[in-house]
């Protein structure tokens, strides 16, 4: 188990490693960072200096290993640079100049507000976090149901409905659906609904300046997000039921004069069950690290509103930030579902 876990852990990092490539690439020419932080009326010196600071000044593959050194938990830093940069974490001496620090990952700073990354990016994570579970748990909770009556009603108008409800919702492009429900439950019916198209988790109380809870802004979103997976784990937990129900074990247990409750609950559905776990993990980290279109809709404070305002105003270690992060949530998720396997089912150790 121990070998499958670091197995595992190894191709996480190497996946997280091209990310790094690939954003550190893909950001690299898009304007000027030091007239991005200054704006056009910097003068050049005023720009040599942010360059410089900034290092820009030196060769690409020397910025990119300056800044996996930043973005990386084990580096190493001059006493400076932990002043300067405020790194947060365990620092031992090398016998040198520099030491060797066990610290939180340095994003940066935004070029607009010149605030760290990771503090922006933190503020911002609660929301994401509580859509992306909202609407996983709506998905997982309304799918499996669905499914389980749709294979037990197999040909009936529940299972027709089910099933052109599903391929529906697998069809409907996001966004089309995050403007639609937006604007008929958030505006057209919002005097009866008392929802509305925009809001966050909390708001200010004007009396005492206060946020508080308002989860009745996270309802639309959290539909609208969970609309595909709903449908997907409806349809897999549908074609798995039905296949799981036509088993030899399932008919010698009917043949013992269980109750159809006890088969199908016990027995049957929780074989098949499977395939529904794979899904749900899989739109879990894919909703954690893809909810931009439906947070920038709705107005909801998450990373993905984040990252659609940072590229608006070219903050790009904003968005270079965000997609680490996503894609740090998308490789852990992952993993820790590849860890239930292997302590589910030995064989997928063997993978």
Known sequence: MLNFFFKKLAYGLAVLLGVVVVVFVLFQGFGDPARLVMGQRADQATQENIRRDLNLDKPKWKQFLLYLNDISPVSIHSPEEISNKQLKGIFVSMGSHNKLGFKWPY???????????????????????????????????????????????????????????????????????AIAIAYLFGFLWSDYTGLHMTGSWFDLDT?????????????????????????????????????VLQQDYIRTATAKGLSRRVVIWKHALRNALNPVITAITGWFAELLAGAFFVEYIFGWKGIGKLTVDALEKLDFPVVMGSVLVSACFFVLVNLLADLLYGVVDPRARKA
């Not at 809870?213 to 609309?227: C, D, E, F, V, Y």
């Open 107 to 177: 994003l940066r700073r935004s070029y607009q507000t010149r605030r760290e990354v990771g503090t922006v990016i933190m503020e911002a994570l609660p929301g994401t976090l509580m859509l992306a579970t909202a609407a996983m748990l709506l998905a997982t909770v309304l799918g499996i149901s669905l499914g389980v009556m749709a294979a037990l009603h197999k040909g009936s108008w529940i299972d027709t409905g089910s099933i052109f409800g599903s391929i529906l919702g697998i069809s409907a492009p996001s966004f089309f659906m």
């Open 207 to 243: 009396r005492t300046g206060r946020p508080y809870l308002t989860l009745s802004n996270l309802l639309l979103p959290a539909i609208t997000l969970g609309i595909r997976p709903l449908a997907i784990i409806a349809q897999l937990t549908r074609a798995s039921l039905l296949d």
